[in-house]
């Protein structure tokens, strides 16, 4: 049987019943994005004229969408379901709705893609019919079954990635103990947490202690824990060390390479018996941890330099992962901006998407803070841009080199008659509760010259202020 144009099923009156019967929307694209069919639903929810809609192409609407899956569906050749939001059309100023769009992309004998079927369901249409039929018929819906606590997810599209988590995969069941090496930003603690979680301890706790973090004249003590009186200014109860809040789990030492040579000794005893001993304590206890170490310096140079025993270097190095940078997997760019991207609108309760502009800039730019860098970036941009604004079409200059340039060109002199800066107020990401109640000081207490003096806008100035829990009644503020 010879092959039926679509043409010809397009004229058949039969088929046209037939779609314009079902109560989804539906539309027939050509390669180029011209329409070549729209069914009644879609011509109610837009009040358009069939024949208007024929004379049109999917770029026509890019302006009222989040999100093309025509694109998608074109540039991936395979079947894509997206989230779309949208105005409703069918009042005047009506709200931004929500629909899940499909695009199926149908392919010519040489597989390139010939036309695009897609297909979109109103979800409130659907939870409102759902919900009628239920009543109507007098079934109580289920109770939604509590899902697990997702695992952690890694975002994964370069080939680096893709095979080093092959490789955590077959180790994250062993007992062995793992390094991790990594520039600053670069993840180590998200992939300490999925090797945790895809290991037999994975019920029991993954205790994270960052080297770094504490004093060295504190930090035995909350490693270790200590005996209630052991010394003035103890807990009188004493206090169980975070290594002894492991037992059973995972031991993560996280910037290891600052730990003090005082300490170093002590936590290879620990590593080696599986024990820890309080301070003040007459005996050890039997403590059972497997144990991630992360660095983002070079143990072995640190140990010919004298500033890392070389015991413990080696007591540590049993199976070495490192991580790539971010700018040397460019490929995971994009899926890393995307992905929080989804997590800040979530969080935010806010709608937004990245223009296409937007992520070759992202794409071409090295991210030397790499994934925190990214995630702060978008953040930034998600908190910053209108909250009516759906689409952020561009990036405001220096946004994504500020730290860089500041770096290479030093502390520039402070215009005559303006605040001079405060250190690190350029990455607005970073900035502390010191820093704003310091420039909310600074300022008299204004927040729209707060806001300028930091080099953030208002709405972001409000939203740590919010997230820091600053008084309104502060002493620094109008």
Same mark, same amino acid.
Request: with cysteine.
């Given at each position: 049987?010879?092959?039926?144009?679509?043409?010809?099923?397009?004229?058949?009156?039969?088929?046209?019943?037939?779609?314009?019967?079902?109560?989804?929307?539906?539309?027939?694209?050509?390669?180029?994005?011209?329409?070549?069919?729209?069914?009644?639903?879609?011509?109610?929810?837009?009040?358009?004229?069939?024949?208007?809609?024929?004379?049109?192409?999917?770029?026509?609407?890019? %302006?009222?969408?989040? /999100?093309? #899956?025509?694109?998608? +569906?074109?540039? &991936?050749?395979?079947?894509?379901?997206? $989230?779309?939001? @949208?105005?409703?059309?069918?009042?005047?100023?009506?709200?931004?709705?929500?629909?899940?769009?499909?695009?199926?992309?149908?392919?010519?004998?040489?597989?390139?893609?010939?036309?695009?079927?897609?297909?979109?369901?109103?979800?409130?249409?659907?939870?409102?019919?759902?919900?009628?039929?239920?009543?109507?018929?007098?079934?109580?819906?289920?109770?939604?079954?509590?899902?697990?606590?997702?695992?952690?997810?890694?975002?994964?599209?370069?080939?680096?990635?893709?095979?080093?988590?092959?490789?955590?995969?077959?180790?994250?069941?062993?007992?062995?103990?793992?390094?991790?090496?990594?520039?600053?930003?670069?993840?180590?603690?998200?992939?300490?947490?999925?090797?945790?979680?895809?290991?037999?301890?994975? %019920?029991?706790?993954? /205790?994270? #202690?960052?080297?770094? +973090?504490?004093? &060295?004249?504190?930090?035995?003590?909350? $490693?270790?824990? @200590?005996?209630?009186?052991?010394?003035?200014?103890?807990?009188?109860?004493?206090?169980?060390?975070?290594?002894?809040?492991?037992?059973?789990?995972?031991?993560?030492?996280?910037?290891?390479?600052?730990?003090?040579?005082?300490?170093?000794?002590?936590?290879?005893?620990?590593?080696?018996?599986?024990?820890?001993?309080?301070?003040?304590?007459?005996?050890?206890?039997?403590?059972?941890?497997?144990?991630?170490?992360?660095?983002?310096?070079?143990?072995?140079?640190?140990?010919?330099?004298?500033?890392?025993?070389?015991?413990?270097?080696?007591?540590?190095?049993?199976?070495?992962?490192?991580?790539?940078?971010?700018?040397?997997?460019?490929?995971?760019?994009?899926?890393?901006?995307?992905?929080?991207?989804?997590?800040?609108?979530?969080?935010?309760?806010?709608?937004?998407?990245?223009?296409?502009?937007?992520?070759?800039?992202?794409?071409?730019?090295?991210?030397?803070?790499?994934?925190?860098?990214?995630?702060?970036?978008?953040?930034?941009?998600?908190?910053?841009?209108?909250?009516?604004?759906?689409?952020?079409?561009?990036?405001?200059?220096?946004?994504?080199?500020?730290?860089?340039?500041?770096?290479?060109?030093?502390?520039?002199?402070?215009?005559?008659?303006?605040?001079?800066?405060?250190?690190?107020?350029?990455?607005?990401?970073?900035?502390?509760?010191?820093?704003?109640?310091?420039?909310?000081?600074?300022?008299?207490?204004?927040?729209?010259?707060?806001?300028?003096?930091?080099?953030?806008?208002?709405?972001?100035?409000?939203?740590?202020?919010?997230?820091?829990?600053?008084?309104?009644?502060?002493?620094?503020?109008?």
């Amino acid at each position: 049987m010879d092959r039926i144009s679509f043409d010809d099923l397009a004229q058949s009156s039969l088929l046209s019943l037939i779609l314009d019967n079902v109560d989804v929307g539906v539309m027939v694209y050509s390669a180029a994005g011209d329409v070549l069919f729209v069914n009644t639903t879609m011509i109610n929810w837009r009040n358009i004229p069939r024949q208007e809609y024929l004379k049109m192409n999917v770029r026509d609407f890019r %302006d009222v969408l989040d /999100v093309c #899956v025509f694109d998608l +569906a074109v540039q &991936e050749k395979r079947r894509v379901s997206r $989230l779309q939001y @949208y105005q409703d059309f069918r009042k005047t100023g009506g709200p931004t709705r929500v629909r899940v769009v499909t695009a199926t992309p149908i392919f010519d004998s040489v597989g390139g893609v010939e036309c695009v079927v897609v297909m979109l369901q109103d979800v409130e249409d659907f939870e409102a019919r759902r919900a009628a039929l239920l009543a109507q018929h007098q079934i109580m819906p289920k109770a939604p079954i509590q899902p697990r606590e997702e695992k952690v997810s890694i975002v994964a599209k370069s080939l680096e990635i893709r095979q080093l988590i092959s490789v955590l995969g077959n180790i994250a069941p062993l007992d062995s103990t793992v390094l991790l090496y990594g520039e600053s930003g670069s993840g180590k603690e998200v992939f300490t947490h999925y090797i945790h979680e895809h290991s037999s301890r994975a %019920d029991k706790p993954l /205790v994270a #202690v960052n080297c770094a +973090a504490f004093p &060295e004249n504190l930090i035995e003590a909350e $490693l270790f824990g @200590y005996e209630k009186g052991s010394f003035t200014g103890a807990n009188r109860e004493g206090k169980v060390g975070l290594v002894e809040a492991a037992d059973g789990g995972t031991l993560f030492l996280d910037e290891i390479n600052s730990l003090p040579l005082s300490v170093q000794g002590k936590v290879l005893r620990m590593i080696e018996e599986k024990s820890v001993q309080r301070i003040g304590a007459v005996r050890a206890k039997p403590v059972d941890f497997r144990l991630i170490a992360a660095t983002n310096r070079d143990l072995r140079a640190m140990v010919q330099e004298g500033t890392f025993r070389e015991d413990l270097y080696y007591r540590l190095h049993v199976i070495p992962i490192t991580i790539p940078p971010v700018r040397s997997r460019k490929d995971d760019i994009v899926p890393l901006c995307l992905h929080f991207l989804e997590y800040f609108c979530k969080k935010y309760d806010l709608k937004k998407s990245f223009s296409d502009r937007v992520l070759e800039e992202v794409q071409q730019y090295d991210w030397p803070g790499n994934v925190r860098e990214i995630r702060n970036f978008v953040e930034r941009m998600v908190v910053m841009t209108p909250p009516a604004a759906v689409m952020i079409s561009s990036i405001p200059s220096g946004m994504l080199n500020d730290a860089l340039a500041d770096t290479e060109r030093g502390a520039e002199e402070p215009l005559p008659g303006t605040v001079p800066p405060l250190p690190g107020t350029r990455n607005a990401a970073a900035l502390d509760r010191e820093t704003i109640l310091a420039a909310l000081a600074a300022c008299g207490g204004n927040r729209g010259k707060t806001a300028e003096y930091l080099g953030i806008s208002r709405r972001y100035l409000q939203y740590k202020i919010r997230e820091y829990h600053i008084s309104p009644r502060c002493r620094y503020e109008t």
